[in-house]
């Protein structure tokens, strides 16, 4: 099993930045694929971001592409999202996910969830 548990969502205003955290117990995060999900209300949760490991690859969603930057440390077992450029339709709840499965995209990939963090960007 592995527990997981996101901070560093609030409050910014439209161009501003957040950086949230997801820290990992239970397991060390070296052997999942780690994914940042959000779901906004009313909508659908959506993949955001993944790195994979020990082959370190990146994946993103298009709309946060070149803006937000996903990336973990096994030695704190924990992955960071860094999200700047921030506009009002990220607005969200954003949950971090662990798997192992190579559909990194797709929710079903990911058997753990944190309990999910609020992103709000005022325009």
């Known amino acids: 099993q592995v527990q997981l548990v996101e901070s560093g969502g609030g409050l910014v205003q439209a161009g501003g930045s957040l950086r949230l955290s997801c820290a990992a117990s239970g397991r060390t995060i070296s052997g999942y694929v780690m994914a940042w999900f959000r779901q906004a209300p009313g909508k659908e949760r959506e993949f955001v971001a993944a790195v994979t490991w020990p082959i370190v690859s990146t994946y993103y969603t298009d709309s946060v592409k070149g803006r937000f930057t996903i990336s973990n440390d096994n030695a704190k077992n924990t992955v960071s999202l860094e999200m700047n450029s921030l506009k009002s339709e990220d607005t969200a709840i954003y949950y971090c996910?662990?798997?192992?499965?190579?559909?990194?995209?797709?929710?079903?990939?990911?058997?753990?969830w944190g309990q999910g963090t609020q992103v709000t960007v005022s325009s």
């Open positions: 996910a662990a798997g192992v499965g190579s559909d990194v995209q797709k929710r079903y990939n990911y058997p753990y």
